[in-house]
């Protein structure tokens, strides 16, 4: 019996169903179902009833005894996680430099559950990530450009298109399908931080591929430019979401082709056994990214 087991079956009992606990928990029906029969079977009774077409789970008599020791043992895991938390070495991570926005939401999420447990990133481009993995300066790192280093260990995480991001102004939006012929390139803004695989899909099917009239590097700049009629950008998914999210006067549309992908890799020294915390970090880290509509990929050890 575990502590994720038991926070599993609480939350399960809180939503009434495995569906919606299953997306509160952000994992899968079938390994949500798995961890309550595991508990079970440990315990040796049947906590829920389990039957079809029975909309609510309800707890057994038995369920309803175990309910309150569940509580109290959650409760006592939190509490002495975050008593342990204030002698936990910092975790330092480095960030690759486009994946900052994302990581300010893992951070401040990270920081309301372990208030005591000092959680460091460092923003770098992918070959410094490696090198300060490499030499222990950091625990671990993220990046979209994986090197061949052979003390590291690359674990692919999760990955999310580009997208479209049209300012709501466009006469671009009259139209029920965007294709790369009515895009003008003059109006074209770049993320600074665009990757080369958005690079080589631009050259093979815009006609000025570079579309670098204005470079933008930060949120004010993009909404400011986006006020204005016909300005276009092709950006990550979720980057593109949190600026609507921000109140960035641009929407999200549809292309009449396929659009490159940016993958994500979080990246350890192969030696490293990654203890609690980085594990939880990794937790939030899926938690956030599925928020923003990322597909996550790398099943966290529990």
């Known amino acids: 019996m575990n502590h994720l087991d038991i926070k599993a079956f609480l939350t399960v009992v809180k939503s009434g169903s495995i569906s919606r606990a ?24 049947e906590l829920l009833y389990r039957r079809k077409g029975v909309k609510r789970l309800e707890l057994t008599e ?15 895991w939190e509490e002495a ?22 990581m300010q939401d893992v951070y401040k999420q990270y920081y309301r559950r372990y208030p005591e447990a000092p959680l460091y990133m460092h923003q770098r481009h992918a070959a410094e990530a490696y090198k300060l993995v490499s030499e222990h300066t950091v625990q ?14 690359t674990i692919y ?40 695989s958005v690079e080589t899909w631009a050259h093979n099917h815009l006609r000025d591929p570079e ?11 993009l909404n400011d430019v986006m006020d204005n009629s016909g300005f276009w950008t092709i950006l ?22 396929e659009t490159p992908l940016r993958y994500f890799y979080f990246i350890v020294r192969k030696d490293y056994k990654m203890p609690f915390h980085m594990l939880e970090l990794l937790r ?17 050890p529990e």
């Open 284 to 300: 939030i880290m899926r938690e956030v990214f599925l928020k923003y509509e990322i597909n996550w990929q790398f099943p966290i």
């Open 236 to 257: 990550p998914r979720s980057n593109a979401i949190k600026y609507m999210n921000a109140g960035c006067n641009a929407v999200i549309r549809e292309l009449n082709v």
């Open 211 to 221: 579309f670098k009239r204005i470079i933008y590097d930060d949120f004010n700049l």
């Open 157 to 196: 995480i999760a990955n999310e298109p580009e997208v479209l991001f049209i300012g709501a102004q466009s006469e671009l939006l009259q139209k029920e399908n965007i294709c790369f012929s009515d895009l003008d390139t003059q109006l074209g803004v770049r993320w600074w931080q665009v990757g080369a």
């Open 22 to 45: 299953s997306n509160a928990l952000f994992i899968s029906p079938s390994t949500l179902s798995w961890k309550l029969d595991k508990l079970e079977d440990e315990l040796g009774v």
């Open 140 to 153: 671990a790192g993220t990046t979209s450009r994986p090197i061949n280093d052979g003390n590291i260990r």
């Open 81 to 102: 996680l975050n008593s342990v938390s204030k002698a936990v070495p910092p975790l330092n991570i480095a960030i690759a430099n486009g994946h900052n926005l994302l």
């Open 62 to 76: 038995v369920g309803k005894l175990f309910y309150p020791y569940a509580e109290k043992l959650i409760e006592d």
